[in-house]
């Protein structure tokens, strides 16, 4: 029996699901990163990197830059490790050999691309958004529900959650003693395991709406 398995047999299932829904959705689904930046931390292309659409090793190193704002160094994996997940996956190893990703390196990419946008999803865009990464978003909005199941999956498996390790310094999160407003969440319909995580998560995802609109109005003006 391989437990890694198992779990990743779960990942797997959460990914199918959102990019084969069978009831389908009004539009293809698609994974956008709006990041604000060129190069660095950030991709060298102009914002939206479209996860969905990353194709080669080029490709990918890029939009596995997103999981650079989940937590540090500490809370990643080698790429050995993701890649012994890649592995697997059975959709996820089909979605790869489409993508034109085949080497350890850039399944590793892939995984961390995965991972980055499946983190920032779950936790509303609030860790990456505070560190000046931009945002993440998940088109058509319906869709937004399926692919926030993979986060605690991949958890699961385990790849580590900043947010979970008290040495973290989680500067954009309110501390236990500090006074918040925790907004009524729905477990159900969110799918959340830790709600007193969140702070205001409405207003959060209030404002990522603006900014997406303000970062795709910037990226349709200078498109080339």
């Given at each position: 029996?391989?437990p890694?398995?198992?779990?990743?047999?779960?990942?797997?299932?959460?990914l199918?699901?959102?990019?084969?829904?069978?009831?389908?959705?009004?539009?293809?689904?698609?994974?956008?990163?709006?990041?604000?930046?060129r190069?660095?931390?950030?991709?060298?292309?102009?914002?939206?990197?479209?996860?969905?659409?990353?194709?080669?090793?080029?490709?990918?190193?890029?939009?596995?830059?997103?999981?650079?704002?989940?937590?540090?160094?500490?809370?990643?994996?080698?790429?050995?490790?993701?890649?012994?997940?890649?592995?697997?996956?059975?959709?996820?190893?089909?979605?790869?050999?489409?993508?034109?990703?085949?080497?350890?390196?850039?399944?590793?990419?892939?995984?961390?691309?995965?991972?980055?946008?499946?983190?920032?999803?779950?936790?509303?865009?609030?860790?990456?958004?505070?560190?000046?990464?931009?945002?993440?978003?998940?088109?058509p909005?319906?869709?937004?529900?399926?692919?926030?199941?993979?986060?605690?999956?991949?958890?699961?498996?385990?790849?580590?959650?900043?947010?979970?390790?008290?040495?973290?310094?989680?500067?954009?999160?309110?501390?236990?003693?500090?006074?918040?407003?925790?907004?009524?969440?729905?477990m159900?319909?969110?799918?959340m395991?830790?709600?007193?995580?969140?702070?205001?998560?409405?207003?959060?995802?209030?404002?990522?709406?603006?900014?997406?609109?303000?970062n795709?109005?910037?990226?349709?003006?200078?498109?080339?």
């Amino acid at each position: 029996m391989d437990p890694l398995r198992a779990l990743m047999a779960e990942v797997d299932d959460a990914l199918k699901l959102f990019f084969t829904y069978p009831t389908g959705f009004r539009e293809p689904v698609s994974i956008k990163w709006y990041h604000p930046q060129r190069g660095g931390d950030t991709p060298s292309s102009a914002p939206p990197a479209i996860v969905t659409a990353a194709h080669g090793s080029h490709a990918v190193r890029d939009t596995a830059k997103m999981d650079f704002y989940r937590g540090t160094a500490v809370h990643d994996l080698s790429n050995r490790e993701w890649e012994d997940r890649a592995v697997r996956m059975h959709y996820g190893m089909e979605l790869m050999r489409y993508a034109n990703i085949g080497s350890t390196a850039s399944r590793g990419n892939w995984m961390e691309t995965l991972a980055g946008a499946a983190f920032h999803v779950y936790t509303h865009n609030i860790e990456i958004q505070a560190r000046g990464g931009g945002h993440v978003i998940i088109n058509p909005p319906e869709a937004k529900n399926l692919f926030r199941q993979i986060w605690p999956k991949l958890e699961a498996s385990g790849v580590p959650n900043p947010w979970k390790d008290p040495t973290y310094e989680r500067y954009w999160i309110p501390r236990q003693d500090e006074p918040m407003e925790i907004q009524p969440i729905s477990m159900q319909m969110h799918n959340m395991e830790t709600p007193e995580l969140f702070y205001s998560w409405q207003a959060t995802l209030e404002e990522d709406e603006k900014k997406a609109a303000k970062n795709r109005a910037w990226a349709q003006a200078h498109k080339h």
